[in-house]
């Protein structure tokens, strides 16, 4: 249960960070955090340390926890690896997937529907992260699938539901993800690697359009 709920004020600061709200350089009182979600100080220590593990926040000894100023330079080069992972990812799926693999697929992009059709942004960002999660599964390499889950942690903030409200990103992310499921299926390595490949930069640039808009310029 602990864990559930550090995820969720993680997840809420994490959007406050991202949105502006909690500005570079603001400290991260743990009292307050406590007293704002009704908790006690363990999930919300167990929060503000996955917070740091994502560059968000930096703790350091006897001055707390303060919001970092977001480099986006440094986001350009996890989502730049990212890309050259998944696609890798997406092209063995392509050659490796089951039958039953590659209708879970098909499976996830139906349940993501409603949420185009509701703008549901939490919803799809839910069923986003199934949908990237299978195919990394579906590489059935296992290192591959780490590597891949560790830069997805990392870069995880950035692919909240929040980027999802900038243009009509929902659409063209569920346009891609037809792409991708399209290519897996017939067994199109290339087409799905360069697909897989095309939807991450896709999503990085979204991510940092809507970071230099909200005047993050990555100013250290």
Same mark, same amino acid.
């Given at each position: 249960?602990?864990?559930? @709920?550090? +995820? !969720?004020?993680?997840?809420? &600061?994490? $959007?406050?960070?991202?949105?502006?709200?909690? =500005?570079?350089? /603001?400290?991260?009182?743990?009292?307050?955090?406590?007293?704002?979600?009704?908790?006690?100080?363990?999930?919300?220590?167990?929060?503000?340390?996955?917070?740091?593990?994502?560059?968000?926040?930096?703790?350091?000894?006897?001055?707390?926890?303060?919001?970092?100023?977001?480099?986006?330079?440094?986001?350009?080069?996890?989502?730049?690896?990212?890309?050259?992972?998944?696609?890798?990812?997406?092209?063995?799926?392509?050659?490796?997937?089951?039958?039953?693999?590659?209708?879970?697929?098909?499976? @996830?992009? +139906? !349940?993501?529907?409603?949420? &185009?059709? $509701?703008?549901?942004?939490?919803?799809?960002? =839910?069923?986003? /992260?199934?949908?990237?999660?299978?195919?990394?599964?579906?590489?059935?390499?296992?290192?591959?699938?780490?590597?891949?889950?560790?830069?997805?942690?990392?870069?995880?903030?950035?692919?909240?539901?929040?980027?999802?409200?900038?243009?009509?990103?929902?659409?063209?992310?569920?346009?891609?993800?037809?792409?991708?499921?399209?290519?897996?299926?017939?067994?199109?390595?290339?087409?799905?690697?360069?697909?897989?490949?095309?939807?991450?930069?896709?999503?990085?640039?979204?991510?940092?359009?809507?970071?230099?808009?909200?005047?993050?310029?990555?100013?250290?």
């Amino acid at each position: 249960m602990s864990g559930t @709920i550090a +995820e !969720r004020i993680a997840q809420q &600061l994490a $959007d406050q960070i991202l949105s502006g709200e909690l =500005a570079p350089g /603001e400290r991260i009182e743990e009292k307050k955090v406590t007293e704002q979600f009704g908790v006690s100080r363990t999930p919300v220590r167990d929060a503000l340390r996955h917070l740091a593990a994502t560059g968000l926040v930096a703790i350091r000894p006897h001055r707390g926890v303060t919001v970092v100023d977001l480099e986006v330079e440094q986001l350009s080069d996890m989502f730049e690896a990212q890309a050259e992972i998944e696609a890798l990812c997406a092209q063995l799926s392509a050659r490796r997937m089951s039958n039953i693999e590659r209708r879970k697929l098909e499976m @996830i992009s +139906e !349940r993501s529907r409603p949420a &185009l059709e $509701d703008t549901d942004h939490a919803l799809y960002s =839910a069923t986003n /992260e199934d949908f990237h999660k299978l195919i990394y599964a579906g590489s059935h390499n296992d290192t591959l699938e780490q590597m891949a889950l560790n830069l997805w942690n990392r870069v995880a903030p950035f692919r909240r539901s929040i980027f999802f409200k900038l243009g009509n990103r929902m659409e063209q992310s569920f346009d891609e993800h037809g792409e991708i499921i399209a290519a897996i299926t017939a067994g199109d390595e290339t087409r799905a690697r360069q697909a897989m490949h095309a939807h991450i930069t896709n999503s990085s640039v979204n991510a940092i359009d809507y970071l230099l808009r909200h005047g993050r310029d990555g100013a250290a």
